[in-house]
């Protein structure tokens, strides 16, 4: 399937490369990093095909992760196979992956090469389970003569439940949720909102002992429409589409709605959804730009915080696009700090934390240099960064959760809300 | 080069040889590790083949993965010392009892690829394939391709027992990677291995559910090639394969909507296919929103053959196709071809107000394909004309360089006028659009220009005047200026028959002896015909308002007959660059599709799309007359090609003819 991978670096140094198929050479490869470093801007496609040979590649920050095959792969798979591997990787090394850590760790990286293809071929991806067999400088030797202890490995990386080690144990059983909905947001120069869609994701932590089965209710209209006593003043929210971890017993959520699953241990996505309808918008934004005189910009901004009163946003950060030439900023804010910064080419404004229903503004006044052509600016959008705890755009809760093991022990549940800024868009 | 760049120099050998051969283990370890180092980096470390497999000796698994990772590399060069492994080899498989140790083993073992070694693997990689522990027989099975690849002739035994392994196999891991081996082996050896059967069909299913994500895409990749035998069967796989649309791995949702989709063709129930387009859409729009941009490009580049097939499926859905600002280009044209695609008598106003904003964007080609994606709109939708011509007019108003997308716009305005010449008088279109002429500078938007003059020569001021300014450039322009000059020259002249006169003259001069054949024979038409039948020539070159050339209204990426295959490939490389497999690899035969009529899924049907066809038909009936006059105008060539100047001569003689020719 998939003939070589190689991790190249940004001046097209090949940093490792390991050939799982006999039919691609080295210097296809160093042809391709030659055109890879001549072209840097994103405007290449992430595939090409040179004579029958496909290169599939992603950048992580400094470093391409480039795939080869000949055949007619399914390019999704190698793509997503490739971001699986990025994550392998930054799990080994604390978050990281960068050239340095690279080239360290170089013998770590063939062994999760030899173990992630065969033969090009996806094989075990998932970085929990790598690494009970795969370490930094050998597993200790305890775990290579215990045989019965090889076979359980060996069993649960092939088994149905591949994503969770037998016979965990926990003096105090805790399961830690994270709800973090992302919003993103376009609305038009006149004001209307052209797309708004909320994605968000449950991210779980895990710490509980043995095979437990957990269960997990959300205000879902759907769900909620199928267990009767719910009246309809509080019928639940509409969730477009849902995505969920392996460990997610899919045919019965197909069937009931219901989601239950066996958590991996420790941290892990549990799903992700996408909501389109009734979101939540948490700013309104007026802004107007009005030339006062030659080479002279006014920019009046208001927003206002369109949650509720006892909900504070953090660390909210607005950036106001300004001309290329913009040279002498004074800008006044009844909050925060507003500042211009060259290289972003805009004025930020940033805001530690804002009490919902309440309006700021900002006025900014700009001095426009000379410039040798007379070019007409295409202002990009306006955008926002915020992160409001407690706070749901799509109005989503947790009604539930429960975790049943046969032991009958107490859970201790934790839970969180956050909404985050995505493409949070204004255009001008 | 070679010989400073690619080998190590002889000392670094030398001290790494004595390293490898030192009592120390530690020492031993280390050198190893430099050794695959160098390998990584392209040196040549092959001399020390021998004194790294000495290395195999100690029972540490870590050293063991380098060292069979550099036998893996140099195998093929050192056949003969790569035998001495063999033994190694071999123990480990029989007699280690740690299973990782067996499947590393068998692993490598497959990897060697060279043809004499391979006997030596058959009998332990059927004990493998027999093995008790499910990780050594799924390294096992995979370790069949490989041989098979390079010695066929040993394997029959091998493709039977996996044949046997299908039938009995309960394992979903096992399962899934058989089915993706035995697919390997297809390819390579162009024969059908897999025998699918009702329960092995079954089996496949349940192992869905069970196995990781990648097995579960071999499988979905598997059955979507597959044709259920009756509509019973296809609402089995269908209603199996849903639960996966709601799978964190991108590309097993995708499977699924590929699997599902292909199986709608086989069902009775028009109820049910509708209720499944109701539950894949929503999966397939989060899809395409994916935070990775490279697999959001994936998905976007199949979205024109879902589109074509199942227009149902984004009705009313154009919205998610709009770009973000800070996307990458490569998605961005994805998505603006799409738009056009997508686009329809309903919502071009919403699509053309979207491509407006794009206008603003900073890179020159982006705007350039915005600019011809309205003019395609402009050219399929007559209702969105008016609105298309004032965006690109506001637009040119602001045209100040002879960038990129004024190119496109002059070209993309031809066209809008060519389909409408009423056109020229919206919102002062026609006066806005000839103060930027100058700015042309690519052949195609010249000679959109040239055209512009001719066509319009009346209601421009100092017309004449312009086209002599392209006249005397005549000699430097493209050959498809030149032909376009021609004609309109000649239309101008037609309009202006006084004022023009010199000018004509001047062009037949200058145009008469091109190098160019083209550029001659039109030349030469124009003047036999203008000295013969001015009206003829009226009639020629003249667009009657109203008439309509040829536009395509076509936007349709694939061949109907090929849709239903192209929907088995979905997702491959091939399908990636819109072709079929066989279109993009030589050696993959071509598959016949057997299914003749391909349905296509749409929404309700609207009234509003009949008189489309008719208003088609009447372009076409249009077309024939234009091929029809251009047949003539070759006719006229032919018979007049032989001896052109004697017949000018003649045509001089009779004074009563244009005035032009009592000039020369």
């Known amino acids: ?428 | 080069m070679a010989y400073f760049g690619n080998n190590p120099q002889r000392g670094e050998l030398q001290e790494l040889y004595a390293d490898l051969n030192d009592l120390n283990f530690e020492k031993k370890k280390e050198a190893v590790k430099k050794v695959i180092a160098y390998m990584t980096v392209g040196k040549d470390v092959s001399e020390l083949f021998q004194s790294v497999i000495k290395c195999l000796e100690f029972n540490d698994i870590e050293m063991k993965k380098l060292i069979y990772l550099y036998i893996v590399n140099y195998s093929r060069q050192k056949p003969d010392d790569a035998i001495m492994v063999i033994q190694n080899f071999r123990k480990d498989v029989r007699k280690s009892e740690n299973p990782l140790v067996r499947a590393l083993a068998i692993r490598t073992f497959g990897c060697l690829r060279v043809p004499k070694l391979n006997e030596y693997l058959i009998e332990p990689l059927k004990d493998c394939i027999q093995d008790d522990d499910p990780y050594v027989r799924k390294t096992a099975v995979l370790c069949v391709p490989k041989v098979f690849e390079v010695s066929p002739d040993i394997c029959p035994a091998l493709l039977e027992q996996l044949q046997k392994l299908l039938e009995k196999e309960s394992n979903a891991l096992v399962l899934a990677n058989l089915i993706q081996s035995m697919r390997e082996i297809e390819v390579v050896s162009g024969k059908q291995l897999i025998n699918l059967n009702q329960k092995i069909i079954q089996k496949l299913l349940l192992a869905v559910d069970e196995c990781i994500e990648w097995g579960q895409i071999f499988i979905l990749d598997y059955l979507a090639t597959h044709n259920p035998q009756d509509s019973k069967q296809a609402e089995i796989i269908i209603e199996r394969t849903l639960p996966r649309l709601s799978h964190i791995n991108p590309t097993v949702t995708f499977c699924a909507v590929k699997v599902i989709l292909k199986y709608l063709d086989f069902l009775d129930n028009g109820e049910l296919v509708k209720n499944l387009c109701k539950k894949v859409a929503p999966s397939l729009i989060s899809l395409l929103s994916w935070n990775q941009p490279e697999v959001q490009y994936t998905i976007l580049r199949n979205i024109s053959l879902i589109l074509q097939k199942f227009p149902i499926l984004f009705e009313n859905e154009v919205k998610v196709f709009f770009c973000s600002f800070n996307e990458p280009y490569y998605i961005k044209y994805e998505k603006l071809d799409i738009m056009v695609r997508i686009c329809d008598s309903k919502n071009f106003g919403q699509v053309l107000n979207e491509l407006l904003i794009y206008l603003n964007e900073a890179d020159p080609h982006f705007v350039r394909k915005t600019i011809k994606s309205i003019g395609k709109i402009a050219i399929t939708y007559d209702k969105a004309l008016e609105k298309a011509v004032s965006i690109l007019v506001e637009f040119a108003k602001n045209v100040q360089q002879p960038t990129e997308p004024v190119q496109e716009l002059l070209m993309q305005m031809q066209l809008i006028y060519k389909k409408s010449k009423q056109m020229y008088k919206y919102d002062e279109s026609l006066k806005i659009i000839y103060s930027i002429v100058d700015y042309a500078n690519e052949p195609e938007s010249k000679s959109a220009c040239a055209w512009i003059l001719g066509e319009f020569g009346e209601y421009i001021p100092k017309s004449v005047e312009k086209m002599k300014e392209y006249i005397d450039n005549f000699q430097m322009e493209d050959r498809l200026v030149q032909l376009q000059l021609l004609t309109s020259a000649v239309q101008l002249y037609l309009k202006y028959p006084s004022q023009c006169a010199t000018i004509i003259q001047q062009l037949i001069t200058s145009a008469k002896d091109s190098f160019n054949p083209d550029v001659r024979d039109r030349t030469y038409i124009y003047w036999r015909l203008l000295s013969t039948d001015p009206e003829v020539v009226k009639n020629l070159v003249c667009f009657n308002s109203g008439v309509v050339s040829n536009f395509s209204k076509d936007l349709r990426l694939w061949e109907t007959q090929d849709l239903v295959l192209a929907l088995e490939n979905m997702g491959s490389i091939s399908n990636l660059f819109h072709k079929l497999p066989h279109q993009l690899y030589k050696n993959i035969k071509i598959k016949i599709n057997n299914q003749h009529d391909v349905k296509i899924y749409k929404g309700e049907e609207k009234p509003d799309t009949q008189p489309q066809p008719q208003a088609q038909n009447q372009q076409d009936g249009s077309n024939q007359n234009n091929k029809k006059d251009q047949q003539q105008q070759q006719d006229i060539d032919l018979l007049s090609f032989d001896e052109p100047p004697s017949n000018i001569n003649i045509n001089n003689n009779n004074n009563n003819k244009t005035d032009v020719f009592e000039l020369i």
């Open chain 1, 1 to 428: 399937m998939i003939s070589s991978l190689s991790f190249i670096n940004q001046k097209g140094e090949i940093l490792i490369y390991r050939v799982y198929k006999d039919d691609i050479n080295r210097n296809e490869i160093i042809q391709f990093c030659a055109k890879m470093i001549a072209t840097k801007e994103n405007k290449e496609s992430p595939i090409i095909n040179i004579d029958q040979t496909s290169f599939i590649h992603i950048s992580i920050k400094d470093i391409i992760i480039l795939a080869t095959t000949k055949i007619d792969v399914n390019v999704a798979m190698v793509l997503e196979f490739l971001y699986q591997l990025t994550k392998i990787c930054k799990a080994y090394f604390q978050g990281n992956l960068d050239e340095n850590c690279i080239r360290k760790s170089f013998v770590l990286i063939y062994e999760i090469l030899d173990e992630v293809l065969d033969y090009g071929i996806p094989q075990i991806a998932d970085a929990n389970l790598l690494q009970k067999f795969i370490q930094e400088g050998g597993i200790q030797q305890e775990t290579t003569i215990n045989i019965e202890r090889l076979r359980q490995l060996t069993y649960t990386l092939t088994g149905a439940i591949s994503w969770r080690p037998a016979g965990l144990y926990y003096e105090k059983n805790e399961i830690y949720l994270d709800i973090i909905e992302s919003v993103n947001l376009l609305i038009s120069r006149k004001g209307t909102v052209l797309r708004s869609e909320v994605v968000g994701s449950i991210e779980l932590r895990s710490k509980l002992t043995g095979m437990p089965e957990c269960q997990i209710g959300m205000n879902d209209k759907l769900l909620m429409g199928k267990q009767a006593r719910y009246n309809k003043q509080n019928s639940g929210i509409t969730i477009d589409d849902m995505k969920f971890h392996a460990c997610v017993g899919l045919p019965k959520f197909e069937k009931d709605r219901i989601i239950t699953f066996i958590p991996p241990d420790g941290h892990f996505q549990l799903m992700s959804y996408r909501i389109s309808e009734n979101i939540n918008i948490p700013f309104k934004v007026n802004a107007f730009y009005s030339e006062i005189r030659e080479n002279k910009l006014e920019i009046r901004l208001k927003i206002k915080s369109i949650y509720d009163q006892n909900i504070y946003g953090t660390n909210i950060i607005v950036k106001i696009p300004v001309p290329k030439n913009s040279v002498n900023v004074i800008s006044a804010s009844s909050i925060g700090k507003a500042k211009h910064e060259v290289e972003e080419q805009s004025v930020i404004w940033r805001i530690k934390k804002l009490q919902g229903d309440v309006e700021i503004s900002l006025n900014c006044e700009i001095q426009l240099g000379l410039t040798t052509r007379e070019e007409v600016w295409s202002k990009p959008p306006l955008k926002i960064e915020f992160q409001i705890p407690m706070f749901t755009a799509s109005g989503l809760r947790v009604r539930f959760l429960k975790v049943m093991e046969k032991s009958g022990y107490r859970t201790n549940k934790w839970i969180k809300y956050l909404t985050k800024g995505g493409e949070y868009q204004h255009r001008l």
